[in-house]
C-alpha cells in the first residue's frame, strides 16, 4: 500500500498542474474567456492595467509542456480580473525540493523543477 501512495505522489508531480495568483492594482472588469486573453511582449499602444498575475507549472516529463501550462494559466488569472491582455514580464524556472523514499533497501529520489510566469494584467483599448 505504501509503495502505490509514493507512486501516486510522484505521478502527480510528474503531471502537475498549474497554480496562480493575481493581484489587483486598477479597475476591475467582467470576467472573460481565457481564450480572449492575448500575450504581449511588447506593450500595445493603449491599455490600462489591471494587476500582476502570476503562474506556475511544475514540470513531469516536458519542460515545454510545463511552460505552456504556466502560460495558460496567466490567462486563466487575467481573464477572471477582466484583462484581454498580458504584457509579459518575466519567465523563468525554479528548483524545488528533493523528493525521495526507501524502498526494498534503495533510496528513490529526484528534484522537482516548476516553470513561472510573471505579467502585467491589461486591458487593451488599442494596438
Same mark, same amino acid.
Given at each position: 500500500?505504501?509503495?502505490?501512495?509514493?507512486?501516486?505522489?510522484?505521478?502527480?508531480v510528474l503531471f502537475g498542474c498549474a497554480i496562480g495568483s493575481s493581484i489587483v492594482t486598477g479597475k476591475v472588469r467582467p470576467a472573460i474567456s481565457p481564450g480572449e486573453v492575448?500575450? @504581449?511582449?511588447?506593450?500595445?499602444?493603449? @491599455?490600462?492595467?489591471i494587476g500582476i498575475v502570476e503562474a506556475?507549472?511544475?514540470? #513531469?516529463?516536458?519542460?515545454?509542456?510545463?511552460?505552456?501550462?504556466?502560460?495558460n494559466e496567466l490567462?486563466?488569472?487575467?481573464?477572471?480580473? #477582466?484583462?484581454?491582455g498580458v504584457l509579459l514580464l518575466n519567465t523563468g524556472d525554479k528548483s524545488g525540493e528533493m523528493v525521495g523514499f526507501y524502498s526494498g533497501g534503495i533510496f528513490y529520489a529526484g528534484a522537482s523543477e516548476t516553470k513561472t510566469a510573471k505579467g502585467k494584467a491589461i486591458f487593451v483599448i488599442q494596438e
Open positions: 500500500m505504501f509503495k502505490i501512495i509514493i507512486a501516486l505522489s510522484f505521478l502527480v492575448k500575450i @504581449y511582449l511588447d506593450p500595445p499602444s493603449q @491599455y490600462e492595467t506556475s507549472s511544475d514540470v #513531469g516529463f516536458s519542460s515545454q509542456a510545463a511552460q505552456d501550462r504556466a502560460i490567462k486563466a488569472q487575467a481573464a477572471k480580473i #477582466g484583462a484581454n
